[in-house]
């Protein structure tokens, strides 16, 4: 037997503004039928004024550390995935061990944008694997509502903000029937970053920017990166797509995730969608969707997830997760 992650809870949380096409439609020159054809997207949820990412990112915590029955004082590790953090520092994870009463143990950042959840999971279980942590918290956690540019009906339509955590706790498992993280896998590619950047920080602008992004060479990319990482995933494993009881993908745009369904050959309803309601929260995207089919009975123990993304650097990734 070997030492492994195994997922205790998950949370999550949506604030409470909702954000219509048909609005979104009065302020810039689109319309709910060319968002919902190119998307499926039709609403997102917006943070409220001085709502942050922290303020989501603790909410989605609480609700996970109350599934697991796990108190934060038993946490030893914090690792939280954000483009938008509070402020350039201290890490917005350090401002939720301070708000969830966490004193010990350790807490950060990771950045990888979308695939910030993937990257955020990978880092937690191999600490967990290397025994430098025995109880792990993971967040992903977004305000992308505060760099889009509202005036770029090609961006703006796109986004929302949100949070979702799991609760990892040490455990041994062998083989893929056993529960636990099974693998990760995490890629990037650097020579694309023009593709999907903000253009603003802190040592290039002194500002924070706006989001901008190819969406066509984008698409294009995303529907090869993530087919091919989720077969690298099942081949690790020795396993083929009909294994996976659920894909939970990052939810940046239905085509998106039809298309690498379809290169699969899985059939969609064992894909996990919210985008339509959620839009793309970036790195908060899978653990909403995986708390939602958790939350109304689709996900169940035993089930074998395989959760992936691709985001702004290029950045992308997968595990496969025995829930």
């Not at 950045?111 to 937690?124: D, H, M, N, P, W």
């Amino acid at each position: 037997m070997a030492r492994r992650s195994i997922a205790l809870g998950s949370g999550a949380y949506l604030p409470e503004r909702i954000l219509t096409n048909a609005e979104l439609a009065e302020r810039v020159d689109t319309t709910d039928e060319w968002i919902r054809a190119r998307t499926g997207i039709q609403q997102r949820h917006i943070a409220a004024p001085g709502e942050r990412t922290s303020d989501l990112a603790v909410k989605a915590a609480t609700a996970a550390l109350a599934d697991a029955g796990v108190d934060a004082a038993d946490l030893d590790l914090i690792v939280l995935a954000t483009a938008t953090p509070d402020q350039t520092f201290p890490s917005t994870a350090t401002s939720v061990q301070a708000a969830l009463g966490m004193t010990g143990g350790a807490a950060f950042d990771v950045q990888a944008v979308c695939s910030g959840f993937i990257y955020a999971l990978a880092t937690a279980d191999n600490f967990i694997r290397a025994g430098q942590a025995e109880t792990a918290l993971v967040i992903g956690a977004e305000t992308f509502s505060r760099i889009l540019d509202w005036e770029d009906r090609a961006t703006c339509v796109l986004f929302g903000d949100g949070a979702g955590a799991l609760v990892l706790k040490a455990g041994e498992g062998e083989g893929t029937t056993d529960a636990g993280v099974l693998s990760t896998h995490l890629h990037s590619d650097g020579r694309y970053r023009d593709m999907l950047y903000v253009d603003g920080g802190p040592s290039s602008t002194q500002t924070v920017g706006y989001l901008r992004m190819q969406g066509r060479e984008v698409f294009k990319h995303a529907v090869v990166n993530l087919s091919n990482v989720v077969l690298e995933a099942l081949e690790a494993n020795g396993l083929g797509p009909d294994a996976i009881d659920w894909l939970v993908p990052h939810q940046a745009n239905q085509r998106i995730i039809s298309g690498a369904a379809k290169k699969l050959k899985m059939d969609e309803s064992r894909v996990v969608t919210t985008v339509a309601r959620h839009a793309n929260t970036s790195a908060a995207s899978v653990p909403l969707a995986l708390d939602e089919a958790v939350r109304d009975g689709r996900i169940k123990r035993g089930d074998l997830l395989l959760l992936e993304a691709m985001g702004g650097g290029f950045t992308w990734g997968a595990s496969l997760l025995r829930w």
